[in-house]
């Protein structure tokens, strides 16, 4: 089974966010794989393992520094990375991301693909499905558990809704975006992350993945940034700190009688 | 084009949700100025009188389009319905719920349309005729305008945010059929697997009360369902507590989880990780339990009380339910 999974690299989510001059200022930005990446990438080791075969495909789309990323998955056990770098690929917005990866998945096998449900950035929470659409195969969003078919050719999935969840039945291939709770991933080995060392990423720009430049990056975005700003500051409040008692009936009186909840 | 705003409207087990008039009341206001009608659509099977409250609170038009396959929402088959409606109707822009159906189809309907969307918005705004819409990044640590450069605009509309308007039961429906047939559809939802109880949805909520490491074991949050239960609220957790096994991550609050805002946000035993404070900060009011004076969450809290949470949690509940008894 080919198992190919998208990532991207994210700001950590402890950084605290800066901007300067309307635009987030990434200058002291420590980056991760994205949290939901990385169930992405446990559930595409783990499909391997209980099929006892399988070639696990990491790709992601992004500057030199996105190599990192690959790299994490490849230290857990991923078979090879394909790294998408273009200057004309920088600022591409969801649709581009989305067609860029389709492009590149066409010159590629694949029977499943996986992605992060979002990317913990910009929260688009797109890429994903317009994936799926740009490459004519099903998907299922936000999936906390999957199950492959016996003959490998549908699978079962959980997906989170708001009254609990709706299991979706889908013939493969398919593009499944993964949710926490899908798995617990696992860390490198050391013997993994020395493996990395001797692994080959080869990067495809514009003209390897087939993508017209005029098409993708900044310029032709269908949604464009205007400005970035931080939001109001909260301010702190009243404090109670004397008794316990005292302190919670004081405030059932204030949530009464000033936020007015009753 | 139309200048007109078509609303995805969404039920469940027949009734429309409250995202549905929050739509079509801020979609009213974009279409007044930009010279158009707010519409709705619904996709569905053997729907009748429930639709009517879309009119009630001011679509213009209800388009309906009606067929067993539609009976369930599928990604493709809304897909299919929907595209060719917004190629017949030419709206402006398009809006969706950034409910778990919204997200899950207003991503596949754009690519379709090949048109930009915005996702979870929180502010729309005309400007010299183009539309300029507001919505957070990293969690809400930040706040970002985007310009839509595709017609239609799509967006998808964070609940909680925009309010309904008064409802004017007077107002007949207009329904108009439309043709519904949802083509091949791959992905089939089998089975619901419904949570046991009533189970009030976060992002829906109009109180939150949510629990954290403080209360230092799965059993201990009884506490906080029974402070809910008395308000009317749902229930949440920090990241800590469901990394711990303690609640599942469906009620996770916070940059990993779900971004709440609520009326009222009780935070107890939650410090206030950086990550946790994206989740919830913009809720309305703020009030944290905690017994350490430094922790963070009192940074952003109207009403804190340092103090054991196991001595505070159970007089606020017997108070708010004295209070919610005498009206």
Known sequence: MNIVICVKQVPDTETKIKVKDGQVDHTETKYVVNPYDEYAIEEGLRIKE??????????????????DALKSGLAVGADEAIHLVDEAFEGSDPYATALILCKALEKMDYDIIFCGKQGVDEDHAQVGIALAELLDVPHVSVVTRLEIAE?????????????????????????????????????????GIMAVKKKVIPEWNADDVGVDRDKVGLETAKIKFVEVALPTERTAGKVFDEDPAQDAIKVAHLLRDEAKIL | MSNNVLVVAEMRESVLKKICFEMIGEGKRIADKLGGAVEAVVLGHEVGDEIAPLAHYGAEKTYLADDPALANYTAEGYTNVLARLIKETEPILVLT????????LAPRLAARLAVGLASDCTGFEVQDGELLVTRPIYAGKAIATIREETTPYMATVRPNIFAAPEPDTSRAAQVEKVPADAGSIRAKVIEMIQEAGERIELTEADIVV??????????????????????????????????????????????????????????????????????????????????????????????????????????????????????
């Open chain 1, 50 to 67: 209980r099929l006892g075969e399988g070639k696990i495909s990491l790709i992601t789309m992004g500057p030199q520094r996105a190599k």
């Open chain 1, 151 to 191: 003959d490998e050719k549908s699978a079962v999935a959980h997906r989170e809704v708001e009254s609990g969840h709706e299991v979706v039945d889908t013939p493969l291939p398919a593009v499944i975006t993964a949710q926490k709770g899908l798995n617990e991933p696992r860390y490198a080995s050391i013997k």
């Open chain 2, 97 to 104: 719920g950034a409910t778990t159906q919204g997200k899950d």
């Open chain 2, 210 to 327: 949510s629990g954290g490491r403080g209360l230092k074991g799965p059993e201990n949050f009884a506490l906080i369902e029974a402070l809910a239960q008395v308000l009317g609220a749902a229930v949440g957790a920090s990241r800590a507590a469901v990394d711990a096994g303690w609640k599942d991550h469906s009620y996770q609050v916070g940059q990993t989880g779900k971004v709440v805002t609520p009326t009222l946000y009780i935070a107890c035993g939650i410090s206030g990780a950086i990550q946790h404070l994206a989740g919830m900060k913009t809720s309305r009011y703020i009030m944290a339990i905690n017994k350490d004076s430094d922790a963070p969450i009192f940074k952003v809290a109207d009403y804190g009380i340092v103090g054991d949470l196991f001595k505070v949690v159970p007089v606020l509940t017997e108070e708010l339910k004295k209070m919610r008894a005498e009206g």
